[in-house]
């Protein structure tokens, strides 16, 4: 028996059912958060965290987003750079794609107590541009702050390839809970979101994307083009990244 395997097999599964824990999906229909002070970061609430995901049909953390070394990001972006169609298309499904997480409470389950909400570019932007407009300011202030409306809509619901996620800010300037104790308990009693993610090391990372080009049933020219030309398949079947990339992250 390899205890080696056995141990990283048992580190990978606390991980997820962690992560699993610690992490909120918005349910269809509207719901009710407010967004938190990060106490790991008390100057900025988002975290920025780059995925590549559909590798080997799994979703692996880039060590771009902690500014390190990233085998398999160097080689999309060798890709893009061929002048080659298809590589760049290849390109494009390998590189990592941005996720931001900001620390939450739901209204009406506070005792769950801070969960990480993870969304895309567009319900980022909405929420910086309302952050930056003076007449809403710090949307997290623990007394002053406002609460978020959260509408998550199915992709069948709606009709449209893939589900959808809109936000309106509350007008009406409220606390983030009366009682002191259970605030302050709210704003220490955080995780570091860079818990729930393992991070692959650069050799590991490299055998992720050997195994990605060169899958046990290819050992042809023949399976290498075959590879290529579902890649390229695919990435033109998702003509907008960023709700692809919600659908994953909301299943």
């Known amino acids: 028996m390899d205890i080696n395997s056995i141990r990283k097999r ?23 958060i407010r967004v938190l ?7 900025n609430p988002f975290i920025e965290l780059f995925f590549h995901f559909g590798l080997n049909n799994k979703t692996y953390l880039s060590p771009i987003s902690f500014g390190r070394p990233d085998p398999i990001e160097e080689f999309a972006q060798k890709l893009k750079t061929s002048g080659n169609r298809e590589e760049y298309q290849m390109a494009r499904k390998l590189e990592a794609k941005m996720r931001t997480f900001a620390p939450v409470i739901v209204r009406g389950e506070e005792a769950q107590g801070v969960r990480f909400w993870g969304f895309g570019k567009t319900v980022y932007q909405e929420l910086l541009s309302v952050i930056a407009d003076p007449d809403y300011g710090d949307i997290t202030d623990a007394v002053s702050g406002r609460d978020v409306s959260v509408e998550f809509i199915t992709a069948e619901e709606s009709g449209a390839s893939f589900p959808k996620t809109s936000i309106r800010v509350k007008p009406n300037q409220t606390p983030i809970v009366e009682d ?10 955080q995780k570091d979101i860079t818990e729930l993610y393992q991070e692959l090391s650069y050799e590991e990372l490299t ?14 020219d023949e399976g290498t083009e075959t590879e290529v030309s579902s890649v390229v398949a695919d990435s033109a079947k998702v003509e907008d990244a960023s709700a692809a990339f919600d659908e994953l992250f909301n299943k």
């Open 207 to 220: 055998d992720v994307l050997n195994t990605w080009l060169n899958p046990d049933d290819a050992s042809t």
């Open 37 to 43: 002070p990060y106490k790991h970061n008390k100057d």
């Open 180 to 189: 002191k104790a259970q605030l302050e308990n709210l704003l220490e009693n």
């Open 10 to 32: 048992l580190n990978q599964l606390q991980t997820t059912n962690n992560r699993t824990s610690n992490l909120w999906k918005p349910q269809p229909g509207k719901q009710i």
